[in-house]
């Protein structure tokens, strides 16, 4: 069974500060990873996934994340916070086969400080 | 294209009463799911399908039921409320086969009295 650990439930930054959010998988097979954002009163948006090759993944908005393997970790990272950026970001996975179901993290609530 | 919509937007029931949540997409997704977002626990999966016709339980189906007679609509009911089943509700939609991206609908806040 897929099993998604987010450290940290919330997170506060100063604006302009480094984002660092903590995803970590639980899988005897590296599944597919995703990032997801959640804007207060909305439904989720894809900020970027991993599928196969190049283990460092752009996404939107700035942010990236990196999978490391050895480490069985998926973080979300960004250089400079926005204000905009406030919102609650979900790590997911989903198995390499089979139906397109995801297996979320419990999620971490960023909050930008002017 | 509107996307996934969902209705209600808001719902309150009383204990015992029964319901049924909708949810269509006009992207001509094959894949739909319904999750529940309670806080502290992320999104869980309820039901999901990956066609008209198919339909399968995911991690929590207890209390919910699911059919899919059309591409587009993916309705869930609520045989009998529980105060447990208060959640925020989304629909999400996606071509069939991983990993395609899901795309999710604007939610629906259920509070169960």
């Known amino acids: 069974a897929q099993s998604v650990t987010q450290l940290g439930s919330h997170v506060s930054v100063s604006e302009g500060a480094l984002v660092l959010l903590r995803c970590n998988y639980s899988?005897?097979?590296?599944?597919?990873l995703f990032w997801y954002v959640q804007y207060p009163n909305q439904g989720l948006q894809l900020l970027l996934k991993?599928?196969?090759?190049?283990?460092l993944v752009k996404g939107i908005n700035g942010f990236e994340a990196e999978f490391k393997k050895s480490e069985t970790s998926f973080h979300l990272t960004k250089p400079s916070a926005h204000m905009s950026d406030a919102a609650e970001y979900f790590c997911?996975?989903?198995?390499?086969?089979?139906?397109?179901?995801?297996?979320f993290g419990t999620g971490t609530r960023l909050t930008v400080i002017p | 294209n509107a996307g996934v919509t969902q209705t209600p937007k808001f719902q309150v029931l009383k204990t015992g009463q029964s319901m049924t949540l909708q949810c269509a997409q006009d992207?001509?997704?094959?894949?739909m799911s319904w999750y529940r977002q309670d806080p502290g626990m992320g999104l869980r999966l309820i039901h999901y399908?990956?066609?008209?016709?198919?339909?399968d339980q995911g991690e929590v189906p207890n209390g919910y039921n699911v059919s899919r007679s059309t591409t587009e609509d993916f309705p869930l009911r609520l045989l009998s409320a529980a105060p447990s089943q208060t959640s925020v509700y989304f629909c999400?939609?996606?071509?069939?086969?991983?990993?395609?991206?899901?795309?999710f609908g604007p939610g629906t806040r259920l509070t169960v009295l």
């Open positions: 999400a939609s996606s071509y069939s086969g991983v990993p395609n991206e899901q795309f």
């Open positions: 899988s005897s097979v590296p599944p597919y």
């Open positions: 991993y599928t196969t090759g190049a283990t």
């Open positions: 997911a996975v989903s198995e390499q086969t089979g139906a397109n179901n995801l297996f």
């Open positions: 992207m001509n997704h094959e894949y």
């Open positions: 399908s990956v066609g008209a016709g198919i339909t």
